[in-house]
T-cell receptor, first 113, second 115 residues
Framework: GAVVSQHPSRVICKSGTSVKIECRSL??????MFWYRQFPKKSLMLMAT?????????EQGVEKDKFLINHASLTLSTLTVTSAHPEDSSFYIC?????????FGSGTRLTVV | AQKVTQAQTEISVVEKEDVTLDCVYE???????LFWYKQPPSGELVFLIR??????QNEISGRYSWNFQKSTSSFNFTITASQVVDSAVYFC????????????FGTGTRLLVSP
């Protein structure tokens, strides 16, 4: 079945540094990738939608300069949290859309200290 | 606008009890998909079911069953003879139209099954 590999699964970084999260579709072409953020005991909040080769569409209230999304190929999308701060600590999860439905990555738990 | 409501924030049951998780949705689309996902403590989302808005047949998969009623805009999920391994957060979600656009998630129901 369709698999999306998300890395890293956990990352701890210092305030002010940038962190890159990768999502790769292993056996299918992900024409659209969705990036979600989840706070503890909360639901998944859509941050942005990216289509291969074009700029991402960000949801209202999401800082596009802080959360850089790149979808350069049909199998790779990245989310970079720039100048991370403790309030960016969260669980980030990607989801690839294809003709078969949605495939989620396993998530990245980001802790900014 | 699309909206998914899961009114039950947390449910606690004892093993072997049956439990129903409620999901009510709002959409103006005539065609849409409904989903249920399970999120265990490890965090990954486990796909449970996808239902097309045209198909109102109830579905059973092992101990899991789903009741889809368009008349009440509900898509409820029942676990029969619950087990400790069923403990997780369960999310109901709506895809606004066929073509797999962005998913709208409910707030989730945390299910705790005690031995």
């Amino acid at each position: 079945g369709a698999v999306v590999s998300q890395h890293p699964s956990r990352v701890i970084c210092k305030s002010g540094t940038s962190v890159k999260i990768e999502c790769r579709s292993l056996d299918f072409q992900a024409t659209t990738m969705f990036w979600y953020r989840q706070f503890p005991k909360k639901s998944l909040m859509l941050m942005a939608t990216s289509n291969e080769g074009s700029k991402a569409t960000y949801e209202q209230g999401v800082e596009k300069d802080k959360f850089l999304i790149n979808h350069a190929s049909l199998t790779l999308s990245t989310l970079t949290v720039t100048s991370a701060h403790p309030e960016d600590s969260s669980f980030y999860i990607c989801s690839a859309s294809s003709n078969y439905g949605y495939t989620f990555g396993s998530g990245t738990r980001l802790t900014v200290v | 606008a699309q909206k998914v409501t899961q009114a039950q924030t947390e449910i606690s049951v004892v093993e072997k009890e049956d439990v129903t998780l409620d999901c009510v949705y709002e959409t103006r689309d005539t065609t849409y998909y409904l989903f249920w996902y399970k999120q265990p403590p490890s965090g990954e989302l486990v796909f449970l079911i996808r239902r097309n808005s045209f198909d109102e047949q109830n579905e059973i998969s092992g101990r899991y069953s789903w009741n889809f009623q368009k008349s009440t805009s509900s898509f409820n999920f029942t676990i029969t003879a619950s087990q400790v391994v069923d403990s997780a957060v369960y999310f109901c979600a709506l895809s606004p139209n066929t073509g797999f656009q962005k998913l709208v998630f409910g707030t989730g129901t945390r299910l705790l099954v005690s031995p």
